[in-house]
């Protein structure tokens, strides 16, 4: 065999080994990067850059692959929040993460419900990516402050101001698969029939419903708070667009809180997710941004 051959043969079991090894990995970066994102679409840009850059390191100088793989998706994050933050600025109405979806299971391992990922929006990027590295994804302060450029002391205190931040979005009372699917779908009906009664039993004193159509669909600009006005407001849509039958209809778990797919009177799709404390509805998260809904697939809309 000639030296020629012999290295065009070394080369691609090289590269066959780069790739296995960031396969390995990939599932763990890509919920890194939308976790420091809230955007899945943008989250795959980044696997794929640092996927890219990856190729052309050499193997044999890397001594732990997940840290150096966190380090290069955490700095092409940072990057590009930068801009990601104008775009935000300029956002019409209410902005909330692409939804992160699981049809009919338990949510993800990281315990990173969607009330959470809209605490870390209030964060800065460097606060943010201390916060996750360090306490969701287990990475050690000396390998975050190699990441962030910064020494471990800072990165200490940014990880403390990151969970004083966040802590009171934590659920107090995780939800029961069982149980977040029945008021799910109880919370639906009551929705589409029009039973103001059983959305009065569902609903807490306190609740907040938030929806995100990006400027592209109808939506509500602003946060509807109390029960009374969101009483009013579906009693309302119940007026204006009349009943329709509970169908179609996705049970589904959205960013750890139970919820559901659906077509509305408008013909639109949404995703609603809900957060329960007590087995009362407190937040209602209501997606119908159709760029952000580009995975939720399988609901035709009504004849």
């Not at 012999?6 to 590269?15: E, P």
């Not at 994804?137 to 990165?155: P, S």
């Not at 939800?175 to 569902?202: K, Q």
Request: aromatic content about 6%.
């Amino acid at each position: 065999m000639s030296s020629q051959r012999r290295n065009i043969d070394a080369a691609s079991v090289a590269a066959d080994e780069a790739t296995e090894v960031f396969e390995t990995h990939r599932p763990r970066l890509l919920r890194l990067a939308y976790r420091m994102l809230g955007s899945l679409a943008e989250a795959e840009d980044i696997i794929q850059d640092a996927w890219l850059r990856w190729r052309q390191v050499d193997q044999t100088t890397v001594q732990s692959p997940s840290a150096f793989l966190s380090q290069i998706v955490t700095r092409l994050c940072l990057d590009l929040m930068k801009s990601a933050r104008a775009r935000r600025e300029s956002y019409v109405g209410s902005w909330l993460p692409e939804p992160l979806i699981d049809l009919d299971v338990e949510p993800d391992q990281d315990e990173l419900t969607l009330t959470l990922m809209m605490a870390l929006e209030r964060l800065s990027p460097l606060e943010r990516a201390a916060f996750l590295l360090h306490d969701v994804f287990g990475v050690a302060l000396d390998e975050v402050a190699t990441t962030l450029d910064r020494d471990a002391g800072a990165v200490r205190q940014l990880a403390v101001r990151a969970r004083r931040h966040v802590q009171a979005a934590r659920p107090r009372y995780p939800v029961a698969p069982e149980e977040g699917t029945r008021i799910a779908e109880a919370f639906f009906a009551a929705t589409r029939s029009g039973d103001i009664n059983a959305l009065r039993a569902m609903l807490a004193e306190t609740v907040v419903l938030q929806s995100d159509g990006g400027g592209k669909v109808n939506a509500f600009p602003n946060p509807i708070v109390g029960l009374e006005r969101v009483l009013r407001l579906f009693s309302g849509l119940t007026r204006k667009m009349g009943l329709q039958p509970a169908e179609p209809f996705r049970a589904m778990w959205i960013d750890g809180l139970p919820g559901y797919a659906s077509l509305e009177r408008d013909g639109v799709l949404q995703t609603t997710a809900l957060e329960i404390e007590n087995g009362r509805i407190t937040g209602i998260y209501i997606t119908r941004n159709p760029d952000k809904l580009q995975r939720v697939t399988g609901l035709k809309a009504p004849n």
